[in-house]
């Protein structure tokens, strides 16, 4: 959760519940997000906190069943990504400490896009956005990073041949370390120079690797969750992993940190 406000604040972490399995390939969850704003600074007239939406997607069903607060908010969406989020405002002098509750009920289901392939005649229209094949921030594409990249698919055609490749590269390159100095930036020049790094920093260079050779290629992140529980979720439970395009099965989910550390 990233939150924003002109002051300080003591934030918990999300407090979740899990149910037993729905089935074999899904699980429900819910899941509480606290934020507790404890103080401001002198004179200070507004402040703004900001609560990312959990986003619906094929794979994941998110219902929200309440938001608990005494400071007034309204639901927006950034353009870029068109990701969804609450923006609480408060104006004047507030009643501190507030404390900020938003809980959903969220289904995952398990992503099993080469099993599942759409038959090429009936794949829709590519969903791709130019950003998916361009550097960003920590995300960067240099020219040992192409060099590296053209060497792995050296010989193959098709762009699920490649990824696999890029995949095994990161696997093989890349130790899961999340404890190294310099570890969970999400810098794809970090863990293909140090070879060593968080889940961010090695789906960030998987990222950087397949846009290199102009596959289209996603940064995505979440929490795991092992097994049926309840309690806190912190930072160790952060987790990245990525997504590439690859026709006729669409955006296809790749978890590079999982399979190293199994």
Known sequence: ITA???????????????????????????MTETLTLTQLPPYTWEARIWFPSPPVTASQQVELVKVESPISYVWGSE??????????????????PATIQVTYRII???EKKLAEAIPPSAAPPSPVQPITLQPRGYIAITDEIIRTAQEQIDGMTQPLEKAHALYDYVLRHVRYDPQAVGAGRGSSLYALQAGRGDSTDMHALFVALARAVNIPARF???VTISSPSSG???????HGWAEFYAEPYGWVPVD???AWQN
């Open 4 to 30: 924003a406000v002109i002051g300080s604040l003591i934030w918990q972490s999300r407090g979740i519940s899990i149910s037993l399995p729905m089935g074999p390939s899904s699980r429900s969850f819910e």
């Open 79 to 96: 353009p870029e990504f068109e990701n969804r989020y609450i923006q609480f405002t408060s104006r004047g002098t507030p009643v501190l």
């Open 108 to 110: 995952r289901k398990e």
């Open 220 to 222: 995505q992140m979440g």
């Open 232 to 238: 806190l979720l912190d930072k160790s439970n952060r």
């Open 256 to 258: 590079i940190a999982s």
